[in-house]
Protein backbone atom coordinates (compact mmCIF):
# COMPACT_ATOMS: atom_id res chain seq x y z
CA UNK A 1 0.00 0.00 0.00
CA UNK A 2 1.63 3.34 -0.81
CA UNK A 3 3.40 4.82 -3.89
CA UNK A 4 6.69 4.35 -5.02
CA UNK A 5 8.57 5.93 -7.70
CA UNK A 6 9.98 3.11 -9.78
CA UNK A 7 5.91 1.77 -9.61
CA UNK A 8 3.20 1.80 -12.14
CA UNK A 9 0.27 4.16 -12.20
CA UNK A 10 -2.23 1.26 -11.13
CA UNK A 11 -3.88 3.30 -8.65
CA UNK A 12 -7.65 2.30 -9.80
CA UNK A 13 -10.26 4.73 -8.24
CA UNK A 14 -12.90 3.67 -6.38
CA UNK A 15 -16.42 2.91 -8.39
CA UNK A 16 -18.18 6.36 -9.49
CA UNK A 17 -15.02 8.90 -8.85
CA UNK A 18 -13.18 10.47 -12.27
CA UNK A 19 -10.30 12.85 -12.08
CA UNK A 20 -8.80 15.49 -13.92
CA UNK A 21 -5.80 17.64 -14.07
CA UNK A 22 -4.70 20.57 -15.92
CA UNK A 23 -1.68 23.14 -16.35
CA UNK A 24 -2.87 26.92 -14.67
CA UNK A 25 0.31 28.33 -14.52
CA UNK A 26 -0.37 29.44 -10.87
CA UNK A 27 2.99 30.32 -9.38
CA UNK A 28 5.05 29.23 -12.72
CA UNK A 29 4.40 27.08 -15.94
CA UNK A 30 5.16 24.15 -16.91
CA UNK A 31 3.46 21.55 -14.60
CA UNK A 32 0.19 20.42 -13.92
CA UNK A 33 -1.24 22.70 -10.85
CA UNK A 34 -5.04 22.07 -10.83
CA UNK A 35 -6.94 19.20 -10.17
CA UNK A 36 -10.60 18.56 -10.06
CA UNK A 37 -12.34 15.42 -8.28
CA UNK A 38 -15.56 14.04 -9.21
CA UNK A 39 -17.87 12.12 -7.62
CA UNK A 40 -20.57 11.27 -10.37
CA UNK A 41 -23.31 10.85 -7.03
CA UNK A 42 -23.73 12.73 -3.86
CA UNK A 43 -21.39 11.52 -1.27
CA UNK A 44 -20.93 11.59 2.62
CA UNK A 45 -18.73 13.98 3.01
CA UNK A 46 -16.40 14.78 6.65
CA UNK A 47 -13.55 17.14 7.22
CA UNK A 48 -10.61 18.31 9.44
CA UNK A 49 -9.49 21.47 8.90
CA UNK A 50 -6.44 23.59 10.15
CA UNK A 51 -7.06 24.95 13.73
CA UNK A 52 -4.70 27.97 12.69
CA UNK A 53 -6.37 31.67 13.85
CA UNK A 54 -5.51 32.36 10.33
CA UNK A 55 -7.18 30.72 7.79
CA UNK A 56 -7.26 31.21 4.12
CA UNK A 57 -10.30 31.88 2.32
CA UNK A 58 -11.23 28.00 0.84
CA UNK A 59 -10.62 26.74 4.46
CA UNK A 60 -13.30 29.21 5.49
CA UNK A 61 -15.83 28.12 2.37
CA UNK A 62 -14.95 24.39 3.64
CA UNK A 63 -15.61 24.51 7.00
CA UNK A 64 -19.40 26.03 6.30
CA UNK A 65 -19.96 23.32 3.39
CA UNK A 66 -18.89 20.44 5.47
CA UNK A 67 -21.55 21.25 8.42
CA UNK A 68 -23.77 19.33 5.88
CA UNK A 69 -22.23 16.58 5.58
CA UNK A 70 -22.30 16.09 1.73
CA UNK A 71 -20.15 16.99 -1.45
CA UNK A 72 -19.48 15.66 -4.43
CA UNK A 73 -16.32 17.54 -6.05
CA UNK A 74 -13.35 19.09 -4.96
CA UNK A 75 -11.33 21.68 -6.63
CA UNK A 76 -7.69 21.78 -5.51
CA UNK A 77 -5.02 24.03 -7.00
CA UNK A 78 -1.30 24.56 -5.71
CA UNK A 79 1.47 27.48 -6.27
CA UNK A 80 -0.96 29.86 -4.08
CA UNK A 81 -2.57 29.37 -0.79
CA UNK A 82 -5.49 32.64 -1.24
CA UNK A 83 -4.84 32.74 2.40
CA UNK A 84 -4.38 36.33 3.74
CA UNK A 85 -6.53 37.84 0.41
CA UNK A 86 -9.68 39.02 2.25
CA UNK A 87 -12.87 39.18 0.86
CA UNK A 88 -11.51 39.15 -2.68
CA UNK A 89 -9.71 35.29 -1.71
CA UNK A 90 -13.64 34.20 -0.34
CA UNK A 91 -14.90 35.74 -3.84
CA UNK A 92 -12.42 33.43 -5.79
CA UNK A 93 -13.12 30.80 -3.64
CA UNK A 94 -16.51 31.27 -4.45
CA UNK A 95 -16.04 31.90 -8.37
CA UNK A 96 -13.64 28.47 -8.51
CA UNK A 97 -16.92 26.79 -6.96
CA UNK A 98 -19.06 28.21 -9.27
CA UNK A 99 -17.28 27.21 -12.28
CA UNK A 100 -16.82 23.80 -11.52
CA UNK A 101 -20.60 23.26 -10.49
CA UNK A 102 -21.52 24.97 -13.81
CA UNK A 103 -19.91 23.02 -15.87
CA UNK A 104 -20.16 19.74 -13.74
CA UNK A 105 -24.37 20.00 -13.53
CA UNK A 106 -24.43 19.90 -9.36
CA UNK A 107 -25.02 22.01 -6.62
CA UNK A 108 -22.58 24.35 -5.81
CA UNK A 109 -22.80 23.69 -2.08
CA UNK A 110 -21.21 20.38 -2.99
CA UNK A 111 -18.10 21.57 -3.94
CA UNK A 112 -15.08 22.06 -1.95
CA UNK A 113 -12.45 24.23 -2.56
CA UNK A 114 -8.89 24.00 -1.65
CA UNK A 115 -5.09 25.94 -2.08
CA UNK A 116 -1.80 25.32 -1.34
CA UNK A 117 1.22 27.55 -1.75
CA UNK A 118 2.23 30.76 -1.41
CA UNK A 119 0.15 33.37 1.94
CA UNK A 120 -0.62 36.75 0.97
CA UNK A 121 -0.88 37.05 -3.36
CA UNK A 122 -4.27 36.94 -4.70
CA UNK A 123 -5.22 33.66 -7.32
CA UNK A 124 -4.44 34.42 -11.20
CA UNK A 125 -8.18 33.93 -10.99
CA UNK A 126 -8.43 35.12 -14.76
CA UNK A 127 -6.17 32.05 -15.48
CA UNK A 128 -7.61 29.78 -13.44
CA UNK A 129 -11.43 29.79 -14.29
CA UNK A 130 -11.32 28.79 -17.78
CA UNK A 131 -8.84 25.46 -16.60
CA UNK A 132 -11.16 24.86 -14.10
CA UNK A 133 -13.51 24.55 -16.65
CA UNK A 134 -11.45 22.70 -19.11
CA UNK A 135 -10.86 19.90 -16.58
CA UNK A 136 -14.17 19.78 -15.65
CA UNK A 137 -15.06 19.13 -19.66
CA UNK A 138 -12.46 16.44 -19.25
CA UNK A 139 -13.25 14.68 -16.51
CA UNK A 140 -12.02 11.15 -16.13
CA UNK A 141 -9.20 11.70 -18.74
CA UNK A 142 -6.34 12.02 -15.39
CA UNK A 143 -5.37 9.55 -13.02
CA UNK A 144 -5.45 9.74 -9.36
CA UNK A 145 -1.42 9.83 -9.44
CA UNK A 146 -1.62 12.80 -12.05
CA UNK A 147 -3.84 14.41 -9.14
CA UNK A 148 -1.53 13.91 -6.43
CA UNK A 149 1.32 15.41 -8.47
CA UNK A 150 -0.66 18.12 -9.12
CA UNK A 151 -1.08 19.16 -5.69
CA UNK A 152 2.89 19.09 -4.95
CA UNK A 153 4.54 22.37 -3.90
CA UNK A 154 7.74 21.36 -1.97
CA UNK A 155 7.17 17.61 -2.54
CA UNK A 156 9.36 15.40 -3.94
CA UNK A 157 7.33 12.91 -4.88
CA UNK A 158 3.58 12.27 -4.91
CA UNK A 159 1.97 10.70 -1.86
CA UNK A 160 -0.86 7.88 -2.85
CA UNK A 161 -2.52 4.94 -0.87
CA UNK A 162 -4.77 2.61 -2.66
CA UNK A 163 -6.11 -0.68 -1.36
CA UNK A 164 -10.00 -2.83 -0.25
CA UNK A 165 -11.94 -3.01 2.26
CA UNK A 166 -13.10 -6.48 2.49
CA UNK A 167 -16.77 -6.77 4.47
CA UNK A 168 -19.32 -9.18 4.94
CA UNK A 169 -20.90 -9.50 1.72
CA UNK A 170 -19.37 -7.09 -0.39
CA UNK A 171 -15.98 -5.41 -1.17
CA UNK A 172 -15.16 -1.28 -1.15
CA UNK A 173 -12.05 0.28 -2.37
CA UNK A 174 -10.22 3.62 -0.71
CA UNK A 175 -7.94 5.44 -1.84
CA UNK A 176 -6.13 8.45 -0.68
CA UNK A 177 -3.85 10.86 -2.02
CA UNK A 178 -1.94 14.24 0.12
CA UNK A 179 0.22 16.48 -0.16
CA UNK A 180 2.86 17.81 2.59
CA UNK A 181 6.57 18.56 3.04
CA UNK A 182 6.95 21.73 5.19
CA UNK A 183 4.95 23.91 7.40
CA UNK A 184 3.77 20.66 9.26
CA UNK A 185 2.75 20.79 12.90
CA UNK A 186 -0.22 19.10 14.45
CA UNK A 187 -3.61 20.37 15.52
CA UNK A 188 -4.80 19.35 12.42
CA UNK A 189 -4.58 18.81 9.38
CA UNK A 190 -0.90 19.68 8.60
CA UNK A 191 -1.47 18.89 5.37
CA UNK A 192 -3.81 18.28 2.10
CA UNK A 193 -5.34 15.27 1.85
CA UNK A 194 -8.51 13.90 0.04
CA UNK A 195 -9.51 10.43 0.70
CA UNK A 196 -12.41 8.65 -1.93
CA UNK A 197 -14.40 5.62 -1.04
CA UNK A 198 -16.95 3.86 -3.34
CA UNK A 199 -18.69 2.31 0.20
CA UNK A 200 -21.77 4.00 1.86
CA UNK A 201 -20.77 5.43 5.43
CA UNK A 202 -23.64 7.68 6.90
CA UNK A 203 -22.13 11.31 7.65
CA UNK A 204 -21.57 11.60 11.25
CA UNK A 205 -20.14 7.59 11.45
CA UNK A 206 -17.70 9.12 8.50
CA UNK A 207 -17.06 12.12 10.31
CA UNK A 208 -16.10 10.04 14.11
CA UNK A 209 -13.63 7.97 11.83
CA UNK A 210 -11.66 10.60 9.99
CA UNK A 211 -11.15 12.64 13.14
CA UNK A 212 -10.27 9.41 15.23
CA UNK A 213 -8.25 8.63 12.73
CA UNK A 214 -6.69 11.41 12.55
CA UNK A 215 -5.67 12.43 15.86
CA UNK A 216 -3.10 8.91 15.24
CA UNK A 217 -2.02 9.74 12.47
CA UNK A 218 -1.82 13.12 10.37
CA UNK A 219 -2.05 15.24 13.87
CA UNK A 220 1.50 12.88 15.07
CA UNK A 221 3.56 14.33 12.13
CA UNK A 222 5.68 17.13 12.46
CA UNK A 223 8.66 18.17 10.27
CA UNK A 224 9.34 22.05 11.35
CA UNK A 225 7.04 23.30 14.17
CA UNK A 226 5.17 25.92 11.50
CA UNK A 227 1.41 25.28 11.34
CA UNK A 228 -0.46 26.12 7.91
CA UNK A 229 -2.96 27.94 7.35
CA UNK A 230 -4.81 25.72 4.60
CA UNK A 231 -4.49 22.11 6.29
CA UNK A 232 -7.92 20.52 4.84
CA UNK A 233 -8.75 16.34 4.98
CA UNK A 234 -11.56 15.48 3.22
CA UNK A 235 -12.64 12.34 2.74
CA UNK A 236 -15.83 11.69 -0.11
CA UNK A 237 -17.97 8.31 0.59
CA UNK A 238 -20.17 7.81 -2.54
CA UNK A 239 -22.38 4.56 -1.59
CA UNK A 240 -21.42 2.92 -5.30
CA UNK A 241 -20.58 0.10 -3.45
CA UNK A 242 -23.98 -0.93 -2.67
CA UNK A 243 -23.57 -1.63 0.45
CA UNK A 244 -26.03 -0.60 3.68
CA UNK A 245 -24.83 2.86 4.80
CA UNK A 246 -22.25 2.06 7.64
CA UNK A 247 -22.97 3.07 11.15
CA UNK A 248 -20.89 3.53 14.24
CA UNK A 249 -20.99 0.55 16.39
CA UNK A 250 -21.18 -2.22 13.86
CA UNK A 251 -18.54 -4.04 12.67
CA UNK A 252 -18.39 -2.65 9.54
CA UNK A 253 -17.54 0.63 11.15
CA UNK A 254 -14.62 -0.89 12.89
CA UNK A 255 -13.07 -2.48 9.73
CA UNK A 256 -13.98 0.48 7.99
CA UNK A 257 -12.47 3.27 10.35
CA UNK A 258 -9.56 0.67 11.01
CA UNK A 259 -8.80 0.92 7.05
CA UNK A 260 -8.59 4.76 7.02
CA UNK A 261 -6.91 4.75 10.02
CA UNK A 262 -3.79 2.60 8.11
CA UNK A 263 -4.26 4.61 5.24
CA UNK A 264 -3.80 7.92 6.60
CA UNK A 265 -0.86 6.50 9.35
CA UNK A 266 1.06 5.44 5.49
CA UNK A 267 0.71 9.01 4.07
CA UNK A 268 1.75 10.38 7.15
CA UNK A 269 4.86 8.15 7.32
CA UNK A 270 5.29 9.70 4.11
CA UNK A 271 4.72 13.23 4.79
CA UNK A 272 8.07 12.78 7.29
CA UNK A 273 9.69 10.87 5.29
CA UNK A 274 9.44 13.82 2.67
CA UNK A 275 10.23 16.81 4.90
CA UNK A 276 11.92 19.63 3.31
CA UNK A 277 15.35 18.61 2.85
CA UNK A 278 14.84 15.55 4.79
CA UNK A 279 17.31 12.49 4.87
CA UNK A 280 15.86 10.69 7.09
CA UNK A 281 12.56 9.53 8.85
CA UNK A 282 12.61 10.06 12.58
CA UNK A 283 9.80 7.78 14.45
CA UNK A 284 10.16 8.78 18.06
CA UNK A 285 8.34 6.53 20.36
CA UNK A 286 7.59 7.47 24.76
CA UNK A 287 5.98 4.46 26.71
CA UNK A 288 6.53 4.46 30.29
CA UNK A 289 4.38 8.04 30.46
CA UNK A 290 1.23 8.33 32.74
CA UNK A 291 -1.15 9.18 29.96
CA UNK A 292 -1.34 8.97 26.05
CA UNK A 293 -1.39 12.94 26.30
CA UNK A 294 1.76 13.13 28.35
CA UNK A 295 3.70 10.61 26.12
CA UNK A 296 2.37 12.68 23.28
CA UNK A 297 3.41 15.66 24.28
CA UNK A 298 6.97 14.02 25.43
CA UNK A 299 7.27 12.83 21.95
CA UNK A 300 6.63 16.33 19.98
CA UNK A 301 8.98 17.86 22.63
CA UNK A 302 11.85 16.13 21.01
CA UNK A 303 10.40 15.49 17.21
CA UNK A 304 10.31 19.62 17.20
CA UNK A 305 13.75 20.48 18.63
CA UNK A 306 16.15 21.78 16.13
CA UNK A 307 18.97 20.28 18.19
CA UNK A 308 17.59 16.85 18.16
CA UNK A 309 16.75 16.81 14.17
CA UNK A 310 20.40 18.38 13.33
CA UNK A 311 22.01 16.11 15.40
CA UNK A 312 20.31 12.61 13.91
CA UNK A 313 21.01 14.51 10.39
CA UNK A 314 24.98 14.53 11.69
CA UNK A 315 24.50 10.92 12.62
CA UNK A 316 25.42 12.39 16.28
CA UNK A 317 23.61 10.49 19.49
CA UNK A 318 23.33 13.21 21.05
CA UNK A 319 21.19 12.21 24.08
CA UNK A 320 21.61 15.38 25.97
CA UNK A 321 19.47 17.11 23.53
CA UNK A 322 16.68 14.85 24.00
CA UNK A 323 17.36 14.74 27.76
CA UNK A 324 16.60 18.80 27.61
CA UNK A 325 13.92 18.17 25.11
CA UNK A 326 12.06 16.07 27.71
CA UNK A 327 12.82 18.63 30.65
CA UNK A 328 10.95 21.53 29.14
CA UNK A 329 8.16 19.78 27.17
CA UNK A 330 6.15 19.91 30.68
CA UNK A 331 5.13 16.40 31.79
CA UNK A 332 6.79 15.84 35.34
CA UNK A 333 9.49 12.55 35.49
CA UNK A 334 12.01 11.53 37.23
CA UNK A 335 14.58 11.79 35.32
CA UNK A 336 17.18 9.54 36.61
CA UNK A 337 14.74 6.69 35.48
CA UNK A 338 14.55 7.40 31.71
CA UNK A 339 16.28 4.81 29.30
CA UNK A 340 16.83 6.08 25.71
CA UNK A 341 17.48 3.70 22.76
CA UNK A 342 18.55 4.60 19.47
CA UNK A 343 16.99 1.77 17.13
CA UNK A 344 18.22 -1.51 19.29
CA UNK A 345 21.25 0.13 21.00
CA UNK A 346 20.23 1.00 24.91
CA UNK A 347 22.06 4.27 24.78
CA UNK A 348 20.67 6.08 27.90
CA UNK A 349 19.65 3.52 31.25
CA UNK A 350 18.01 5.18 34.48
CA UNK A 351 19.32 8.82 33.22
CA UNK A 352 23.30 8.19 32.49
CA UNK A 353 25.11 7.10 29.39
CA UNK A 354 25.24 3.18 28.44
CA UNK A 355 28.20 3.75 26.87
CA UNK A 356 27.23 2.78 23.48
CA UNK A 357 28.02 6.24 21.85
CA UNK A 358 29.55 4.22 18.96
CA UNK A 359 26.84 1.66 18.38
CA UNK A 360 24.45 4.41 18.69
CA UNK A 361 25.96 7.01 16.07
CA UNK A 362 25.71 3.67 13.77
CA UNK A 363 21.87 3.36 14.38
CA UNK A 364 21.07 6.88 12.72
CA UNK A 365 23.21 5.42 9.65
CA UNK A 366 19.95 4.73 7.84
CA UNK A 367 17.02 6.46 6.47
CA UNK A 368 14.87 4.89 8.86
CA UNK A 369 15.36 5.47 12.77
CA UNK A 370 13.79 5.18 15.43
CA UNK A 371 14.07 6.65 18.85
CA UNK A 372 12.29 5.07 21.89
CA UNK A 373 12.28 6.90 25.23
CA UNK A 374 11.06 4.97 28.26
CA UNK A 375 9.91 7.26 31.19
CA UNK A 376 9.30 4.21 33.82
CA UNK A 377 6.05 6.53 35.54
CA UNK A 378 3.18 4.88 33.53
CA UNK A 379 1.84 2.41 31.67
CA UNK A 380 0.75 4.42 28.62
CA UNK A 381 2.63 5.40 24.95
CA UNK A 382 2.53 7.18 22.07
CA UNK A 383 4.51 7.87 18.50
CA UNK A 384 5.50 10.71 16.80
CA UNK A 385 6.57 11.28 13.39
CA UNK A 386 9.09 13.66 11.70
CA UNK A 387 12.85 14.02 9.98
CA UNK A 388 15.59 15.22 10.37
CA UNK A 389 16.76 19.10 10.15
CA UNK A 390 19.19 19.47 7.18
CA UNK A 391 21.12 22.91 5.10
CA UNK A 392 18.13 22.07 2.20
CA UNK A 393 15.40 22.99 4.51
CA UNK A 394 16.96 26.75 4.77
CA UNK A 395 17.38 27.00 1.21
CA UNK A 396 14.43 25.66 0.26
CA UNK A 397 12.02 28.12 2.62
CA UNK A 398 15.15 30.86 1.36
CA UNK A 399 13.98 30.99 -1.74
CA UNK A 400 10.29 29.79 -1.52
CA UNK A 401 8.49 32.86 -3.20
CA UNK A 402 11.87 33.32 -5.70
Do not use: H
Amino acid sequence: MGYTENGTNNYELPKGFQVSTVEAAIKKPGRKDLAVIFSTVPASCAGVFTTNIVKAAPVVLDIERVKTGRGQAIVVNSGNANACTGERGMEDSRALSRAASGVLNIDDSLVYVCSTGVIGAPLPIDRMLPKVREACENIGKSTLLDAARAIMTTDTFPKVVSTTINLPGFTGRLCAIAKGAGMICPNMATLLSFVLTDLSVKPAALQKALQDASQVTFNRVTVDGDMSTNDTLLVLANGTAANLPIEEGTPEYDAFASTLRETLLTLAKMIAKDGEGATKMVTIAVKGANSTEEAIRAARSVANSPLVKTAIYGNDANWGRIMASLGYSGIVFDPYMVDISFGGVLAVENGLSAGKDAESKAELGGKDVTITIDLKTGNARAQVYTCDLTQEYIKINAEYRT
